[in-house]
């Protein structure tokens, strides 16, 4: 199960951290790849960022030098910073994880057999 949580309103140029808890399985968490992807009404799930096992950290072209990815493997957890946010971010934010994703598919949904419940992000302009 994943459990997501941090959404909220904020105005542009503010920022939020989204978190992602991860409960109620057997899993290796740190073997777990982790993602974020987003939907904003009237289109498609997108990707947003992502975390591997490795560590190695993948983000979309519009939020690099943005946003953070990081995992806390203790706490079976990973975070979403987002700065510098923009109008255009605002959508509801989706966890979602896996195990054995290649490095060619982390940003594609399709790569990922469980999903968090989502949190709403807004930004006002």
């Known amino acids: 199960q994943l459990q997501a949580s941090g959404g909220g309103l904020v105005e542009a140029g503010g920022s939020l951290r989204l978190s992602c808890a991860a409960s109620g399985r057997t899993f290796t968490f740190r073997a777990l790849t982790m993602a974020w992807f987003r939907q904003a009404p009237g289109k498609e799930r997108e990707f947003v960022a992502a975390v591997r096992g490795t560590g190695s950290q993948h983000y979309a072209d519009s939020v690099r030098g943005r946003f953070g990815v990081s995992r806390d493997n203790v706490k079976n957890t990973v975070y979403l910073q987002m700065n510098s946010l923009k109008p255009e971010d605002s959508g509801v934010y989706y966890c979602?994880?896996?195990?054995?994703?290649?490095?060619?598919?982390?940003?594609?949904?399709?790569?990922?057999?469980?999903w968090g419940q989502g949190t709403q992000v807004t930004v006002s302009s």
């Open positions: 979602a994880a896996d195990e054995g994703v290649i490095l060619s598919a982390v940003r594609f949904g399709g790569s990922y057999d469980h």
